[in-house]
């Protein structure tokens, strides 16, 4: 029965229609925000140790275009494309930027190819190829890179919470040597099991209490066991000394658009035509198919695909996703994509484009109080991280498992994302694998045009690599 809407907000946003309330929103929108909030921390420490023309780019600027940018496109998504998605700076996109285009360009350079390859990716939405290529997914695949996208948030908030850890003498472990070192450790477990419990009792914003909770309990272990600095993962549980602080504008503006492709060793910072547009391409790759497969994930379990898996309105969210490149690299901050922590806010209630307005809004309060962002230790935030993990595995039920050629695609799809740490790589093996099935059983119509154009970027994808030392590209 569709529900009469109670006022202009709730019409907007179509918060009834989507069997939401006021206050879930809300909360859905705060818990995103806690959820995403270590990101104002952690860009600026992934872009600031960048060299640029023998300098180090000026932390309080980078800390004000990253919650900058991250206001604007978060906004512009809840305005208008009404779902529950938060962007901020990617974090593929800003390793890629720092490691693979600033060593051998300027910062403008590198932010206008960020630009570059956000207005790409709105031309493939503005001609519809990027809705198609989602519409033209197979369901069972949508519902593995669910699952896969869970499983990686899983790993992601495993990993940043300390409690698994790499390069011992396993692959993984559990912590550092095969046990559990360390405060910080303590507060993530005694966090996730908070949140569990809380859901099990049936509590409402069961994630938002946990992440409040847990925050409480890191600030005070902190205090009382003299916890040395070096153990928290980013940021340490104190109060700061001044909560406000002067937002640094110096970044926004400066580009550079086709400055990247000039020559090497022109003097202009060039990286030859040929890498800047390798670079572009991965950025490309990594925006396209990372969001849309968060968006896919995200989406379904709010609830807002149909029995096809298509969600409504989905064009607008593409649009405001591509976007986020270009917003990002004019303000000087990387491109900005949709986060996998959305989840969380989802997870806590969240069905409609008002939760992103009231986590943009909080985004944007950072610009005058960012030291506050640091409170919230990214061993507590981990926690909701695998909560939504959890829940997220639930789309598993979906998948016919006796049917291998959907069930070794989706297998792919799973355990590729998490084992690669890479939401592309689940994607490209998902359907690499689905087509190639479907044409050993002389079933090679089945998967359609699309499936096969993917399938032909994605083996280019595996190969990037090897082409790329056959053209001659570092």
Not at 3 to 8: E, K, N
Not at 440 to 451: A, I, K, N, S, Y
Not at 452 to 464: C, E, K, N, P, R
Request: proline letters at 5%; one cysteine or more.
């Amino acid at each position: 029965m569709t529900r009469i809407p109670t006022g202009a907000l709730d019409a907007y946003f179509k918060i009834s229609a989507r069997g939401s309330t006021l206050a879930s929103e809300l909360r859905g929108g705060l818990t995103t925000f806690m959820a995403m909030a270590y990101i104002i921390l952690l860009n600026p420490l992934i872009l600031g140790g960048a060299d640029v023309t023998g300098a180090k780019l000026d932390h309080a600027a980078l800390t004000t275009a990253t919650a900058f940018a991250a206001a604007v496109t978060t906004l512009l998504m809840g305005l208008v494309g009404n779902v529950p998605l938060a962007l901020a700076a990617g974090l593929s996109v800003s390793g890629a930027v720092s490691a693979l285009v600033v060593p051998h360009t300027t910062w403008p350079q590198a932010m206008g190819l960020c630009v570059i390859y956000g207005l790409l990716i709105v031309l493939l939405v503005v001609s519809g190829l990027r809705e198609r290529i989602m519409n033209g997914i197979p369901l069972p695949l949508k519902h593995a890179i669910t699952i896969g996208i869970g499983l990686f948030v899983t790993v992601i908030g495993l990993y940043k919470a300390g409690f698994v850890h790499t390069g011992g003498p396993t692959p993984l472990s559990l912590g550092p040597a095969g046990e559990l070192t360390g405060w910080p450790v303590l507060v993530f477990c005694a966090t996730l099991l908070a949140i569990f419990v809380l859901m099990a009792r049936g509590v409402r914003g069961a994630i938002l209490l946990g992440i409040a909770g847990g925050t409480v309990l890191a600030v005070a272990v902190n205090r009382l066991a003299h916890v040395p600095a070096s153990e928290w993962k980013s940021s340490v549980p104190v109060w700061p000394g001044s909560p406000v602080s002067a937002p640094d504008f110096g970044l926004f503006g400066h580009i550079d658009l086709f400055g990247a492709f000039g020559a090497q060793g022109s003097g202009g910072g060039g990286m030859g035509a040929i890498s800047a547009s390798v670079a572009v391409f991965t950025l490309v790759l990594a925006g396209f198919f990372d969001a849309m497969a968060t968006i896919i994930g995200v989406g379904t379990e709010a609830g807002l695909a149909d029995d096809r898996g298509r969600m409504p309105g989905l064009s607008r969210a593409l649009l405001v996703d591509g976007a986020g490149g270009a917003v990002g690299g004019l303000a000087g901050a990387s491109g900005q994509t949709v986060f996998v922590e959305s989840a969380t806010g989802v997870g806590d209630g969240a069905r409609t484009g008002l939760a992103s307005v009231v986590t943009g809004s909080l985004f944007a309060l950072m610009l005058f109080f960012s030291p506050l962002a640091g409170i919230v230790p990214v061993e507590v935030a981990s926690a909701a991280l695998v909560v939504i993990g959890a829940m997220m595995m639930s789309q598993a039920r979906h998948i016919d498992w006796a049917d291998r050629d959907v069930a070794v695609p989706a297998f792919l799809t799973c355990v590729l994302m998490p084992f690669t740490y890479s939401i592309t790589a689940g994607v490209a093996a998902g359907v690499v694998s689905y087509t190639v099935i479907k044409a050993g059983r002389g079933r090679w119509r089945e998967p359609g045009v699309l499936m096969w154009v993917l399938t032909l970027v994605f083996v280019g994808y595996f190969a990037l690599t090897p082409v790329k030392s056959w053209l001659g590209v570092q």
